[in-house]
């Protein structure tokens, strides 16, 4: 019950305050502080230990999610090595697709591309259109609005992760499903 109450938490409250925190941090700064991606891989060892144990997922299911955290680091350093993402970005991506797994891949990487569309979309909108003065006192609000200033890619990295987690088999598990 403790095991069940205890994966529960981890997946359906730390895990999505985690890339919220992720999100938000990329919106207000353009960086994504290590202890978020750290904290994301240090539950997970916890998490699939008390998964394997219970018997909620064979060892083989659990290998399918190291092999996407192996995929997402290194599309996530190509990315990074090419001057596309930043290298929060990268640790984000691999640490969401730990959490995700193989099977989540494709459907995270499209969301994650639909919704970066969209935000850098929304960020050229924002800079063709001068910031009420009242506005540009915020710094973070002022950073978006700079010509000069790449796009946050966090925020969709942590957004589509929130979207995608719901039909994962790891959150299957955490709900009893």
């Known amino acids: 019950m403790v095991q069940a109450m205890t994966v529960a938490i981890l997946v359906m409250a730390v895990l999505p ?3 919220a925190a ?3 941090f990329d919106l207000m700064s353009y960086t994504i502080p290590n202890i978020i991606p750290g904290a994301m891989i240090a539950l997970f060892i916890p998490f699939m230990v008390i998964i394997a144990l219970s018997g909620g997922m064979s060892w083989s299911e659990i290998g399918l999610h190291l092999l996407g955290g192996a995929v997402g680091l290194a599309a996530g350093m190509a990315l990074f090595a090419a001057g596309w993402v930043g290298g929060g970005d990268a640790k ?3 640490a969401a697709m730990l959490w995700l797994g193989w099977d989540a891949l494709l459907e995270y990487t499209i ?3 639909i919704l970066g569309g969209v935000l850098t979309f929304a960020l050229l909108a924002l800079r063709r259109v001068p910031l009420p003065s009242f ?3 915020q710094p973070w609000l002022a950073h978006l609005s700079d010509h000069k200033a790449g796009v946050p890619y966090g925020v969709a990295l942590a957004a ?3 979207l ?3 039909d994962t088999r790891v959150f299957q598990i955490a709900s009893g499903g």
């Open 111 to 113: 969301m994650a591309s």
């Open 135 to 137: 506005l540009v006192k």
């Open 160 to 162: 589509a992760a929130l």
């Open 22 to 24: 992720a999100g938000a």
């Open 164 to 166: 995608v987690l719901p």
């Open 92 to 94: 984000l991506f691999a």
């Open 17 to 19: 305050a985690l890339l």
